[in-house]
């Protein structure tokens, strides 16, 4: 993978922790509004595609050391519709 999908995935990585992780409520309530369009886009990738997504999104998860963001990574690939 090259370095602009490898930071694609960690970025949007850290948009879903930060979004699941918020503390505040009106975040939460928001958060699958936010993340509505990018599943919907992502859908649209082949599945090769999705899972090459997948498997980049479980890299950052393995980089994590912060145990609540760990989990929260290794389950972005689900959030996000990735694994069918």
């Known amino acids: 993978m090259t370095t ?3 930071t694609l995935a960690k970025a949007l990585t850290e948009i879903v922790i ?3 992780l918020g503390e505040d409520d009106a ?4 958060s ?3 993340l509505e369009p990018v599943i ?3 859908q649209s990738l082949s599945e090769q595609d999705r899972r090459a997504l997948a498997e980049l ?3 950052c ?7 609540e963001r ?3 990574a290794w389950e972005t690939p689900e959030t996000l519709g990735l694994l069918v």
Do not use: W
């Not at 975040?27 to 928001?30: M, N, P, W």
């Not at 998860?61 to 145990?67: H, I, K, L, R, S």
């Open 4 to 6: 602009l999908e490898r």
């Open 18 to 20: 930060r979004l699941d």
């Open 27 to 30: 975040l939460a309530e928001v």
């Open 32 to 34: 699958m509004q936010l």
């Open 40 to 42: 919907a886009l992502l």
């Open 57 to 59: 999104i479980n890299q």
């Open 61 to 67: 998860a393995q980089e994590e050391t912060d145990p």
């Open 70 to 72: 760990h989990l929260t």
